[in-house]
């Protein structure tokens, strides 16, 4: 059941809590970002008046997501409302932020804009990302990321997602790409939710192991048969299966909302 | 499939193949991605009593018994027997044969409150059927059920996501199981437009261990159906025949409206049927029912064999007598290696689970190593006892898990 409208906070915090920590791996795994990134030092607040915000840091060639506002940044960008922040991610032109300070940071807002339309590039998975084997792996790992950091977003405030957890059991999934130590995991504990990339806080209960980039990109977009994939050790799935499964639900709520743009 | 060894290559070359043409390669219940991929087989070739072969020829003591209907065993003789005499006459007619009637004949005398019986190929033909009933009996619109119960594949009740609507489950309504007060939130929310509640005798969820009805649940549900003129129907088909040739609830003590009984009618043959109250019988003439196969008279005979051979040899103490040496047998063997086990579930349809395991890979290595020795442990699906499986059997059982539990062990599970 996975046609309930969008919710826009969600969205909102989804593009600050999920995507835009993806600049982070961005900046590490991709060397067309790192291009763009250069020596660049600087942090830029993402704000929505009254509403949530979050930082990202760049220096010394990577760039740092945290949650909230930072002390004193370089640059802070201020929405006026959800919808406002939504319509600017979603590549909508006439939604550009209010440059509430650092506007004479002509330089950092530039590079911060390449680095954001590579972003949406890698993401959205745009042709010239997906031709090459290393753009679809990127693709597949951003993908991933966003998709497990995206958790934390529905848990907290999308209806149907909320109703889909409480019947789930509570404990730690992990998603991972097979060689890749760092895995992007979600708690659905007992009181509250987390999410992270890295490496997780405790054993999970549950690891959903992609044995390749190439199977962790068709499962992402959802163009292969995953339960054949599992059947056939494309994907493994171990310990605690329901908890894989309904967040693999839950997943599919992000299409609702980080659809990409018809191409 | 991600076996270590060759031990299932015939399996892999298969689901290989079938990954190409069948969606999910094997789908649904026996799909591998709800057992143990690489620990289970895939494709099973023959069976014989309670053993069976899977395609590179291992060979496995049947703990699931096709997921139930083999209650008698795999090959049962006088059953095949009856079947095969039965389609020497015909398979599919135009019309039921006399065989039909004589089934619900024998039904509604097996089954004391029940005065008619319907027939049909599988378990969701029957539940949704008499979801129906319900309905059109009371003219009201709600149902209610127990959060995590299995009932079927249709809209109303399948366990997965794809493919649904809200408004697929707009009158159906869930409380917990052994949980009176959340049941009495529901009756007072809906009091007056609920048309039946539909329950399993006890609860059986995949990925749990089964919980017995406390005392006083079962009487409680009975009463406040009875009061309130609600429907009450008992979903048999996974225990029906295993607890009570009468019916599951003869087992607990209550009597339902409908009861949908299918796996074990037939030894292994496929039929379902509903039996009900004669209260119920002009709302049952209404609803209708039909499907291809469903006059076919072959299985039919093959449940009027089943039915009689249950009776004749009282197979629900044998099933009784071999589940309890079995999960006694495995509690102790799991203590001698320091492990808390759980027998849940009545002896004929137990389930074995690890006290302290939430994330179920204890569960998990364990079923795959008793299954490695030759005896299949669904790690995450109640199991089945059939009266061909004899102590002989049970005892060859034990050793291989007091081997599997020392596997574990030395893993430091």
């Not at chain 1, 890295?198 to 209960?205: F, L, S």
């Given at each position: 059941m996975t046609h309930a409208p969008a919710n826009p906070a969600v969205l909102a915090n989804l593009y600050l809590?999920?995507?835009?920590?993806c600049l982070a791996d961005l900046t590490d795994q991709d060397p067309v970002a790192r291009d763009m990134l250069g020596d660049l030092r600087a942090s830029i607040v993402l704000r929505v008046c009254n509403g949530p915000a979050a930082t990202v840091r760049f220096a010394g060639g990577k760039a740092v997501w945290e949650d909230g506002a930072v002390r004193a940044p370089s640059v802070i960008l201020l929405f006026l409302s959800n919808g406002h922040l939504n319509a600017f991610f979603s590549g909508k032109k006439w939604a550009v932020p209010v440059l509430l300070w650092g506007g004479w940071h002509i330089s950092i807002l530039a590079r911060f804009s390449k680095l954001a339309q590579r972003l949406e590039a890698v993401l959205d998975g745009h042709p010239e990302v997906l031709e090459t084997s290393a753009g679809r792996r990127l693709h597949a790992r951003l993908s991933l990321i966003a998709a497990g950091l995206g958790l934390h977003a529905l848990a907290q405030g999308d209806d149907t997602a909320r109703q889909a957890l409480r019947s789930l059991p509570h404990g730690l999934a992990s998603f991972a790409i097979e060689g890749d130590e760092r895995a992007v995991w979600f708690d659905h504990g007992s009181a509250d939710y987390a999410a992270g990339w890295?490496?997780?806080?405790?054993?999970?209960?549950v690891r959903i192991v992609f044995t390749d980039a190439d199977i962790a990109y068709g499962a992402m977009r959802d163009e292969i048969d995953t339960l054949a994939a599992v059947g056939g050790g494309r994907i493994r799935v171990e310990g605690l299966i329901p908890l894989a499964d309904g967040l693999n639900f839950v997943m599919e709520r992000l299409r609702i909302y980080l659809k990409p743009p018809a191409q | 499939m991600n076996s270590t060894d060759n031990r299932f290559r015939r399996s892999q070359e298969l689901f290989a193949r079938a990954a190409q043409v069948i969606p999910g390669g094997i789908y649904g219940h026996a799909g591998p991605a709800v057992a143990l991929p690489g620990a289970f087989p895939y494709y099973a070739d023959r069976a014989q009593g309670c053993r069976y072969w899977d395609v590179d020829g291992n060979e496995y003591i049947d703990y699931l018994c096709g997921y139930g209907p083999m209650v008698l065993g795999h090959q049962h003789p006088e059953v095949e027997a009856a079947a095969a005499r039965q389609q020497r006459d015909a398979l599919c007619l135009n019309h039921p044969g006399p065989i039909m009637v004589e089934l619900a004949e024998r039904l509604v005398s097996l089954v004391e409150f029940s005065a008619w019986a319907v027939f049909a190929k599988n378990g969701s033909d029957m539940t949704t059927w008499s979801l129906q009933v319900a309905r059109e009996h009371t003219k009201r619109r709600k149902i209610l059920k127990v959060a995590g119960a299995y009932h079927g594949i249709d809209p109303w009740c399948t366990?997965?996501?794809?493919?649904?609507?809200?408004?697929?489950?707009?009158?159906i309504h869930e409380f917990n199981w052994n949980d009176i007060e959340s049941f009495e939130q529901l009756l007072k929310q809906f009091r007056g437009d609920i048309a039946g509640v539909i329950m399993t005798p006890f609860h059986h969820p995949a990925f749990h261990p089964s919980q017995m009805p406390s005392p006083g649940f079962w009487p409680h549900i009975e009463a406040a159906c009875r009061r309130e003129g609600i429907v009450l129907i008992l979903d048999d088909i996974r225990a029906g025949f295993r607890l009570d040739l009468g019916g599951s609830h003869k087992f607990f003590g209550f009597e339902p409206d409908l009861i949908c009984f299918c796996?074990?009618?037939?030894?292994?043959?496929a039929l379902s049927a509903t039996l009900g109250r004669k209260e119920l019988r002009v709302a049952a003439s209404k609803v209708f029912l039909t499907g291809?196969?469903?006059?076919?008279p072959p299985a039919m005979a093959a449940s009027m064999a089943c039915l009689e051979i249950m009776q004749k040899d009282d197979t629900v103490s044998t099933l009784r007598s071999t589940g309890t040496m079995l999960m006694d047998g495995l509690v102790a063997a799991g203590k001698k290696y320091g492990y808390a086990m759980l027998a849940s579930g009545p002896p004929a349809v137990p389930f074995l689970s690890f006290v302290d395991d939430p994330s179920l890979r204890r569960q998990q290595r364990f079923c795959a190593e008793v299954t490695r020795r030759g005896a299949i442990f669904h790690p995450h699906h109640n199991w089945f006892l059939s009266a061909a499986h004899t102590p002989q059997d049970i005892a060859a059982t034990l050793g291989m898990a007091d081997e599997a539990f020392a596997v574990i062990r030395s893993e430091g599970l």
């Open positions: 809590s999920a995507v835009l920590p890295g490496v997780p806080p405790r054993r999970p209960d | 366990p997965g996501h794809a493919g649904l609507l809200d408004e697929d489950r707009t009158h796996k074990a009618i037939a030894n292994g043959h291809s196969y469903w006059n076919s």
